[in-house]
């Protein structure tokens, strides 16, 4: 089963980011320290005030993902989770695609989607309700740009999908994860996920980055990549919790404002930390 690690994650003063002179900054934000009501909070969740304070204000559970809170002893083989999010057109997936370069095991939560949807009946029979016949090919599989131009249009139908897809996604995302975490030799398992704070999937990951961009750089990448007009993107975005909010929460954060150059040596600098982190052992200790 996924298991959260307690605690926070110590950092030193001189793990802290540094302004980068080509552009950018990366930053590394050390969690601040958990908040001593924790009875109080609807969800359990050892980050930081200002996510347990986000907790507060979503009165919706979380996802089962089978995370058990009883301390163990932990190997010191064990794999460090890695969550990679941002917001559409940040470019997470380009960060994931340098750490999997790098030796990391990524997992694409899009790619996990996809496959939901070309293999669950049921999902299928859900969305053919509540969307119709339309958003199908001939051929029985999903017209996935449709449906998101349809969906994304509504927040009610964003919704609606989002209860068919999600809970089957995150269930598929857990199982590649303990497949992965059978080969010991993943030191780092990550997830490239836009939507790990909307659907509150940080608690599974011992360390979260997040990717920020500015917002017309943002609508640039995707439009250019997707063919999306700029009203379609920007419905996009408002379906998704504020990058800034997500920059706040996490553990680490990119800013991706300049070359495709500079956002490699800032993610290999990064990971170069993490690495540190994670031979330190730090992260495995209870809290």
Known sequence: MVEKRKGNLSLSNNDRGKESPTGGEQQVKKPKAKSPKRSERPHSDSRSKGRSERSQSRSRRRPSVGRD?????????????????????????????????AGVYVINADKVGK???????????????????????????????????????????????????????????????????????????????????????????????????????????????????????????AQQIPIEDKARWADFVIHNNGTVEQLEAKTVSLMKRIQKLYDSQDWLKAG
């Open 115 to 237: 496959q939901v949807l070309d293999r669950d009946d049921a999902a299928r029979k859900e969305i053919r309700k509540h969307f119709g016949r339309k958003v199908f090919y001939r051929n029985g599989k999903v017209n996935r740009k449709l449906l998101a131009k349809i969906a994304f249009g509504d927040s009610k139908k964003t919704k609606t999908l989002n209860k068919i897809v999600h809970p089957r996604m995150v269930a598929a995302v857990v199982e590649e994860i303990e497949k992965a975490r059978d080969d010991k030799n993943n030191q780092f398992i990550a997830l490239d996920a836009a939507l790990i704070f909307e659907i509150q999937l940080e608690q599974m990951f011992d360390v979260v980055i997040v990717v920020s961009s500015h917002l017309k750089r943002r609508l640039a990448r995707v439009e250019e990549r997707d063919k999306l007009t700029e009203e379609e993107i920007r419905d996009r975005i």
């Open 69 to 101: 809170k009883r301390s163990r002893s932990r190997p010191t083989s064990e794999s460090m989770l890695i969550g990679i999010t941002g917001g559409i057109g940040s470019g997470q997936s380009t960060v994931a695609g340098f750490l999997e370069t």
